[in-house]
Nanobody
């Protein structure tokens, strides 16, 4: 099991930037794929981005592609989500998640059920 703690959320104006961090402890962080998901009020949780253990392969949801960047530092046991050009519709609670790598398909890493370990979430609010 991997314990995850997110940080870096807050209130920002539209067009601004935030960087979320996800600190991991427990099992070997570098063995896990990391994902970011978000849940807006009244909506289901949705996939945002994922990064494979090596850091060389990343996946993004269409609404954030070109604006968000996922990365990881295995030496620091930390994953990041750099969010630029934020929009009010990005307002949500953002969660990081960890899961073992088993397949190479993008669709695999978009599914919540592939990630058994989750953080508590961090609130991101974008004002217009």
């Amino acid at each position: 099991q991997v314990q995850l703690v997110e940080s870096g959320g807050g209130l920002v104006q539209a067009g601004g930037s935030l960087r979320l961090s996800c600190a991991a402890s427990g099992r070997t962080f570098s063995s896990y794929a990391m994902g970011w998901f978000r849940q807006a009020p009244g909506k289901e949780r949705e996939f945002v981005a994922a990064i494979r253990w090596s850091g060389g392969i990343t996946y993004y949801a269409d609404p954030v592609k070109g604006r968000f960047t996922i990365s990881r530092d295995n030496a620091k046991n930390t994953a990041y989500l750099q969010m630029n050009s934020l929009k009010p519709e990005d307002t949500a609670v953002y969660y990081c998640a960890a899961g073992l790598e088993r397949y190479s398909s993008r669709s695999y890493y978009e599914e919540e059920r592939r990630y058994p370990d989750w953080g508590q979430g961090t609130q991101v609010t974008v004002s217009s």
